[in-house]
């Protein structure tokens, strides 16, 4: 965990001494979790509590900042919040995306969210495991301050893939 919280310190640093010579970007994001299926099959021992999120819909929050390089890569880090069906859970991850139609008002972006979670479930102090969001986003600019997005992908966290539905803004 100390490394992970180094090195989420150091690109934030790396970030901000990039943000001097290129355009940031914050951007925030509400969202429906769909569970779909584990990842796994166990074979149950005799501290088998159960998968950590089957059956559970949930919905989450998330918060990015990062630079937009070449008007057409993003490069940033952002933190989540989790909530399925009562068991709570963060999430901290990089944001990397490619604008397809940079110039356009209206856009699709393919994004990439790699990092970690963990969820405060059934096991004493919960766990804590890779967190990986493949998707599209598609973005319309309001003007060239302010956008809005919507997003759709695949998230494999938790021994589980989840489809999540998005829907935020963005500040350039």
Do not use: C
């Not at 001494?17 to 970007?25: E, G, T």
């Not at 994004?111 to 963990?118: F, I, K, N, P, V």
């Not at 495991?129 to 938790?158: C, E, M, N, W």
């Amino acid at each position: 965990m100390n490394r992970f919280l180094f090195l989420l310190l150091f690109l934030s640093i790396s970030l901000s001494s990039l943000a001097q010579k290129a355009p940031l970007y914050f951007s925030t994001a509400l969202g429906f979790m769909s569970y779909q299926h584990n990842t796994i099959d166990v074979d149950p021992g005799p501290n088998w509590k159960g998968h950590y999120l089957s059956d559970r819909d949930g919905f989450d929050f998330s918060a990015n900042v990062g630079v937009i390089l070449k008007e057409r890569f993003n490069v940033g880090v952002g933190m989540s919040y989790f909530n399925f069906e009562g068991i709570h859970g963060m999430g901290s991850f990089s944001d990397l995306g490619i604008n397809i139609l940079p110039k356009s008002k209206f856009s699709p972006i393919v994004y990439w969210h790699a990092g970690y979670s963990h969820l405060w479930n059934q096991y004493a102090g919960g766990t804590g495991t890779f967190l990986s969001d493949l998707g599209l986003r598609v973005q319309y600019k309001f003007s060239p301050k302010v956008g809005i997005q919507a997003s759709a992908g695949l998230l494999s966290s938790q021994q589980s893939f989840i489809r999540p539905y998005r829907i935020g803004v963005i500040f350039y």
